[in-house]
C-alpha cells in the first residue's frame, strides 16, 4: 500500500532530530474522541491494506468492549487480556491472518481482568519492542473514549490517526482529544480522518471546522490525513464478518483507505 502514511512516516525520518523514549517510529493509534465513529472497521481494514507490501501487526487494545476479532470472524483462544493475567507468553496471543498480518485480539470483557495498569501496559510495550524488528507498521486499535489507559498508550505513539465523523458530537469529542493530548504534550504527529461522508468534500469541510477551533484555541497543528465515504457494503461487511478490503478492492471507502 502506497499513500500519504508512507510520505508522512518518510518525512518524520528524514526530518527528526530527536525520538521520544520508548516511541516505536513504527507505531501507529487509530483512535477516536467516541463511540460510532468506524474506528475499528478502518483499523482492521487500514492494517489489512498495509499488509499487501509490509509486514503488519495490529493490535487491539480496547479495553471495555473489543470486537476487532468479530471483523475478522476469529474465534481466538488467548488474547492481550491472557497475557496481562500472565496465562499465556506473548508470543502466544500472537494470531497470523496471512502471511504478512499479525493480529492481538482483545476480550470483550470476558476476562476477570477490569482494566489493565499502567505496569502492564508497558511490560506489552516491551514485548512488543522486542518483536519490532519483525514488523514494518504495527497498528493499534485503540478503545473509544478518553481513558487514562488510552492516554498511556498514546503517549508511545509516533503517529496518531484520529478517526471522525461530519456530526458536530464527533467533532466536538475529536477537540477534546486534541485539547488532552495537548495538555499531556503529545501533540506531534496528529493526523484526523473524516469518516462516514455523505457528500463529496464534506470531509473537508468537517476538518477545516476542527481545525479552526484546535488552532484558535489550542494552539495545535493537525493534519488532514483524508475523508471516507459512506456506504452501506461497510455495514454488510460487518454483519457478514468478512472484511471488505479482502472481498471488495473496488468499494470507495476502501479505495479511499488505500489513498490515507
Same mark, same amino acid.
Given at each position: 500500500?502506497?499513500?500519504?502514511?508512507?510520505?508522512?512516516?518518510?518525512?518524520? &525520518?528524514?526530518?527528526?532530530?530527536?525520538?521520544?523514549?520508548?516511541?516505536?517510529?513504527?507505531?501507529? !493509534? !487509530?483512535?477516536?474522541?467516541?463511540?460510532?465513529?468506524? *474506528?475499528?472497521?478502518?483499523?482492521?481494514?487500514?492494517?489489512?491494506?498495509?499488509? *499487501?507490501?509490509?509486514?503488519?501487526?495490529?493490535?487491539?487494545?480496547?479495553?471495555?468492549?473489543?470486537?476487532?476479532?468479530?471483523?475478522?470472524?476469529?474465534?481466538?483462544?488467548?488474547?492481550?487480556?491472557?497475557?496481562?493475567?500472565? &496465562?499465556?507468553?506473548?508470543?502466544?496471543?500472537?494470531?497470523?491472518?496471512?502471511?504478512?498480518?499479525?493480529?492481538?485480539?482483545?476480550?470483550?470483557?470476558?476476562?476477570?481482568?477490569?482494566?489493565?495498569?499502567?505496569?502492564?501496559?508497558?511490560?506489552?510495550?516491551?514485548?512488543?519492542?522486542?518483536?519490532?524488528?519483525?514488523?514494518?507498521?504495527?497498528?493499534?486499535?485503540?478503545?473509544?473514549?478518553?481513558?487514562?489507559?488510552?492516554?498511556?498508550?498514546?503517549?508511545?505513539? &509516533?503517529?496518531?490517526?484520529?478517526?471522525?465523523?461530519?456530526?458536530?458530537?464527533?467533532?466536538?469529542?475529536?477537540?477534546?482529544?486534541?485539547?488532552?493530548?495537548?495538555?499531556?504534550?503529545?501533540?506531534?504527529?496528529?493526523?484526523?480522518?473524516?469518516?462516514?461522508? !455523505?457528500?463529496?468534500?464534506?470531509? *473537508?469541510?468537517?476538518?477545516?471546522?476542527?481545525?479552526?477551533?484546535?488552532?484558535?484555541?489550542? &494552539?495545535?497543528?493537525?493534519?488532514?490525513?483524508?475523508?471516507?465515504?459512506?456506504?452501506?457494503?461497510?455495514?454488510?461487511?460487518?454483519?457478514?464478518?468478512?472484511?471488505?478490503?479482502?472481498?471488495?478492492?473496488?468499494?470507495?471507502?476502501?479505495?479511499?483507505?488505500?489513498?490515507?
Amino acid at each position: 500500500m502506497t499513500g500519504q502514511l508512507d510520505r508522512i512516516r518518510e518525512l518524520e &525520518k528524514l526530518y527528526s532530530t530527536e525520538e521520544k523514549n520508548n516511541v516505536s517510529e513504527k507505531i501507529v !493509534v !487509530v483512535t477516536s474522541g467516541k463511540g460510532g465513529t468506524g *474506528k475499528t472497521f478502518f483499523a482492521a481494514n487500514f492494517a489489512y491494506e498495509f499488509s *499487501k507490501s509490509q509486514k503488519v501487526l495490529l493490535v487491539d487494545v480496547d479495553f471495555n468492549l473489543s470486537n476487532l476479532h468479530l471483523l475478522f470472524n476469529s474465534h481466538p483462544q488467548k488474547t492481550l487480556n491472557t497475557f496481562f493475567e500472565s &496465562k499465556a507468553i506473548f508470543t502466544e496471543i500472537i494470531s497470523s491472518y496471512n502471511s504478512n498480518l499479525d493480529i492481538i485480539f482483545g476480550d470483550s470483557g470476558l476476562s476477570s481482568l477490569d482494566k489493565p495498569t499502567f505496569n502492564q501496559i508497558n511490560k506489552m510495550f516491551s514485548e512488543i519492542n522486542n518483536l519490532s524488528t519483525q514488523y514494518d507498521l504495527i497498528v493499534f486499535d485503540l478503545g473509544a473514549g478518553i481513558s487514562d489507559e488510552n492516554l498511556h498508550i498514546l503517549s508511545k505513539a &509516533k503517529t496518531k490517526l484520529i478517526i471522525t465523523n461530519p456530526e458536530p458530537t464527533a467533532l466536538m469529542d475529536a477537540y477534546v482529544l486534541i485539547k488532552l493530548l495537548k495538555n499531556n504534550d503529545n501533540t506531534d504527529g496528529i493526523y484526523v480522518v473524516v469518516n462516514r461522508c !455523505v457528500e463529496e468534500s464534506e470531509g *473537508k469541510q468537517a476538518f477545516q471546522n476542527l481545525n479552526s477551533a484546535v488552532d484558535h484555541f489550542l &494552539k495545535v497543528s493537525v493534519n488532514f490525513l483524508n475523508e471516507i465515504p459512506e456506504s452501506n457494503e461497510v455495514r454488510k461487511s460487518i454483519i457478514d464478518q468478512k472484511l471488505l478490503a479482502e472481498n471488495n478492492q473496488t468499494n470507495k471507502v476502501i479505495t479511499s483507505i488505500n489513498h490515507t
